[in-house]
């Protein structure tokens, strides 16, 4: 698939023609000043494929909208903000991720209801998001956020299973999916399934987090388990750039967690949020790290903790 501003290619998948229900994939490449030109310059916008599922024919303004590969979470309010933009007063709502949900969420561009106080409050797009401490933090997504696309090594398979997933907009899943193999000179390579989604790799893992016991030296890594009913374990890898810049799998699970009790040479000190998601061809994985002490070895270098799937 080429560049859809430099060619007018995209594919269409058809989910209801009858009510106009069609799902859009598209490849952009910044070939435009409008991929080009951001509203805030701190913001990202980035290459890859872009998932737009149109929902009829038109007579809003969210008849047509973008799936973002980051994917479908739920939100809630605890707090209101003045907003700083406008003059007379006006209290915006301070949006909180809380767990992945891939059918009844909202995407971090999407607008999201929400609720004050038991009152319902209408829709409202993200201005402001709670950090880890609580404390409000502007965040405008829905002006690129580096995350809508989806590309190698982030999010590279949409599906029935995935997040989000090719659901249409009554929540009812459609057989539609894709998976990026690559890209050549801006040009993707997909696989492209109808009805035959299971045929291709499994979706990225979802909400994963982790324990840690620096104490008694071991931490361990929970995720949600794939929908996929193909999916048979999930393989675990371990990376420690002291000594070795490579990956070493430390084991496999047909559970959702595993305990990492690292070895003789390095002990767990502390961790750290969850960071880069990456993806194989074949498979699936996401990346965590942990600082570790390692002996004769500097104690500011990174781990990194990665688990996968395959199918």
């Keep these: 698939m080429p560049d859809y501003i430099t060619t007018g290619i995209a594919y269409r998948f058809v989910v209801d023609a009858a009510s106009s229900q069609y799902i859009y994939i598209e490849n952009h490449q910044s070939q435009s000043i409008?991929?080009?030109?951001?509203?805030?310059?701190?913001?990202?916008?980035?290459?890859?494929?872009?998932?737009?599922?149109?929902?009829?024919?038109?007579?809003?303004?969210?008849?047509?909208?973008?799936?973002?590969?980051?994917?479908?979470?739920?939100?809630?309010?605890?707090?209101?903000?003045?907003?700083?933009?406008?003059?007379?007063?006006?209290?915006?709502?301070?949006?909180?991720?809380?767990?992945?949900?891939?059918?009844?969420g909202y995407t971090d561009i999407d607008w999201i209801p929400w609720w004050w106080n038991g009152a319902y409050q209408g829709e409202a797009a993200i201005h402001f998001i709670e950090d880890a401490n609580g404390n409000p933090v502007i965040d405008i997504p829905n002006m690129g956020d580096g995350t809508d696309a989806f590309r190698m090594d982030?999010?590279?398979?949409?599906?029935?299973?995935?997040?989000?997933?090719?659901?249409?907009?009554?929540?009812?899943?459609?057989?539609?999916?894709?998976?990026?193999?690559?890209?050549?000179?801006?040009?993707?390579?997909?696989?492209?399934?109808?009805?035959?989604?299971?045929?291709?790799?499994?979706?990225?893992?979802q909400y994963p987090r982790l324990l840690g016991s620096p104490k008694f030296g071991w931490v361990e890594v929970r995720w949600d388990g794939n929908l996929e009913s193909d999916v048979n374990l999930y393989e675990v890898s371990r990376k420690v750039p002291e000594y070795g810049n490579y990956w070493s799998v430390i084991g496999t699970t047909t559970n959702t967690y595993f305990r990492d009790t690292g070895n003789a040479l390095c002990t767990w000190r502390r961790s750290c949020n969850p960071t880069i998601p990456r993806e194989g061809k074949r498979y699936t994985k996401q990346i965590f790290c942990l600082q570790r002490y390692c002996a004769g070895k500097s104690r500011t270098p990174w781990q990194r903790i990665c688990y996968f799937n395959r199918g």
């Excluded at 809630?76 to 991720?97: A, D, E, G, H, Y």
């Excluded at 997040?163 to 997909?190: E, R, W």
């Design 34 to 104: 409008w991929e080009t030109t951001k509203a805030y310059p701190n913001r990202i916008i980035e290459n890859g494929i872009y998932v737009l599922r149109q929902d009829g024919a038109g007579g809003d303004n969210k008849f047509m909208r973008c799936l973002a590969a980051d994917g479908r979470y739920n939100w809630t309010v605890n707090q209101r903000i003045q907003s700083p933009w406008n003059t007379q007063p006006q209290l915006l709502p301070v949006f909180k991720m809380l767990n992945p949900d891939r059918v009844n």
């Design 154 to 205: 982030y999010n590279q398979m949409f599906s029935p299973y995935s997040n989000p997933n090719s659901q249409d907009k009554n929540k009812t899943a459609t057989p539609f999916g894709f998976n990026i193999n690559g890209f050549n000179s801006g040009v993707a390579s997909l696989d492209i399934y109808v009805g035959t989604s299971l045929d291709g790799p499994p979706s990225k893992p």
